[in-house]
């Protein structure tokens, strides 16, 4: 891992680099920035960007005036782009040596930037490192492969395989369905291992062309780094094999939808032990107890952020298996918070409520910052179910309008997810819906254009 400027100025030249890709996660997660010289990028002038593409909308637009005005300053300044120096890699899909560097956001007078998703995770886990702890996470990223798809009033379709049939049944784990795009999957692999991403397994989900990798377990920033980084990659490796590769949560009407799992333990700073372990055979404790109960609590507050689009709550609503309350379990995939099977040094819980559409930093700080406020009061969980928890209450948003509505509800966690953030955040999304909401769908064309 390279260290300091210094380390990364020494890799640059190692690695004969032409050219730098300077990134920033924006909203969504998606990469904006500049594409610089080498030669160019420590010349002491330093990246700038605007302001404002930080409280850019999904579509392009802004946020209502008020929103805008609020949240970034009315002469739209630049933002000081920072490189850390732990992200560098190269990018193996160009033509020339090519680096590319993930950065934070600063001010002019070099404070972290408040609505850059980056810092917004940092400040969560400053708050851990306040009381000695270290989270640790381990996300699993599904996504599907679809056919190139220029007409966005067609239906997506599976591509063809290598057999030249595209799917028509559920293949889950199925090896042979995987293999059916070996070409693809060897050079996703190919491209992950030069850039260093930790990805561990490779699995066919219940979709059809739907997929699963999973990233070995690590501190939180590094993770969402890494998934930021995969989604793009799979999306180039799939477009230079003549597909798409989509991490829509709900891509198709009959299909299930996509999530990201996250995975999360914690780490007692000094000791390196996980806080999750079991005092004594068969007694839960204390930090593993008040952290379920702070993520059952918060989980309505933080559901904008684990289901960030539109789309998002057909995932929620419609999907196969998408959780929609806060029951939680042990080995029980039907609860929206699972304690997988594991020894009790290895004690772990997955947020099985978030998207494969999510911004990961955003995502990761949410459910971070929820089992923060269980930790802080003490919240007791619910019993641990063995049942059908599909069969339950209904206790989440399922819609996009009530989960922003929550997140307003709740000042606590507004707080830790930053109180200027979470208004930007709001006025966004909200312009997003609007502007969702303004489309008229084949839907209505179809079946009430001559009926109503």
């Not at 782009?81 to 956001?105: F, G, M, S, Y």
């Not at 909401?437 to 001559?450: A, D, G």
Request: proline share 7%; aromatic share 10%.
């Amino acid at each position: 891992m390279i260290k300091d400027n210094e380390e990364l100025g020494a890799w640059i030249k190692e690695k004969s680099i032409e050219e730098v890709e300077a990134l920033v996660p924006d909203m969504t997660g998606n990469a904006r920035g500049k594409i610089i010289p080498a030669y160019r990028f420590f010349n002491g002038e330093g990246v700038r960007l605007p302001e404002a593409i930080l409280i850019q909308t999904v579509t392009g637009d802004w946020p209502d005036d008020d929103i805008y005005d609020a949240a970034i300053h009315p002469a739209d300044r630049d933002l000081f782009l920072k490189p850390d120096p732990a992200t560098a890699r190269i990018v193996p899909w160009a033509n020339e040596p090519t680096a590319q560097i993930i950065h934070d956001c600063a001010n002019a007078d070099g404070t972290p930037h408040k609505l850059a998703s980056r810092n917004v995770l940092r400040n969560v886990l400053d708050l851990y490192a306040e009381i000695g702890l270290e989270p640790i996470i381990a996300p699993e990223v599904e996504f599907y492969l679809v056919e190139k798809n220029p007409d966005a009033d067609i239906p997506l379709r599976p591509p063809i395989g290598r057999s030249g049939r595209p799917e028509r049944a559920r293949q889950s784990y199925s090896i042979d369905a995987v293999n059916e795009f070996d070409p693809i999957f060897e050079e996703m692999y190919d491209f992950c291992e030069a850039m260093e991403l930790d990805l561990d397994t490779l699995i066919h989900e219940s979709g059809a062309a739907q997929m699963e990798v999973n990233f070995e377990h690590a501190d939180a920033l590094s993770r969402a780094d890494q998934v930021f980084l995969f989604k793009r990659t799979m999306r180039e490796v799939a477009m230079r094999h003549d597909v798409f590769a989509t991490f829509l949560a709900k891509p198709m009407e009959q299909e299930p939808g996509s999530a990201m799992h996250i995975h999360q333990s914690m780490n007692d700073i000094k000791s390196g032990k996980n806080v999750f372990e079991d005092p004594q055979e068969g007694v839960l404790s204390d930090t593993f107890r008040h952290y379920i109960g702070g993520l059952q609590k918060y989980t309505p507050a933080a559901m904008s952020f684990y289901a960030p689009n539109v789309n998002s709550y057909r995932r929620i609503a419609y999907g196969d298996s998408a959780p929609n309350n806060v029951a939680w379990g042990f080995d029980n995939r039907t609860a929206g918070l699972r304690v997988p099977v594991s020894n009790s040094a290895n004690r772990r819980i997955e947020n099985r409520f978030a998207g494969s559409d999510v911004n990961p930093y955003l995502a990761i700080a949410a459910t971070l910052a929820s089992g923060l406020l269980g930790i802080r009061e003490k919240i007791e969980p619910t019993k641990p179910t063995e049942e059908n928890a599909h069969d339950f209450e209904e206790t989440m948003p399922i819609a996009f309008e009530l989960s922003l509505l929550s997140l307003e509800n709740e000042p606590k966690f507004q707080e830790i997810m930053g109180e200027h953030f979470v208004k930007a955040y709001v006025g966004i999304k909200r312009k997003e819906y609007e502007t969702f909401f303004r489309v008229i769908s084949s839907w209505e064309r179809e079946y009430l254009l001559m009926n109503v």
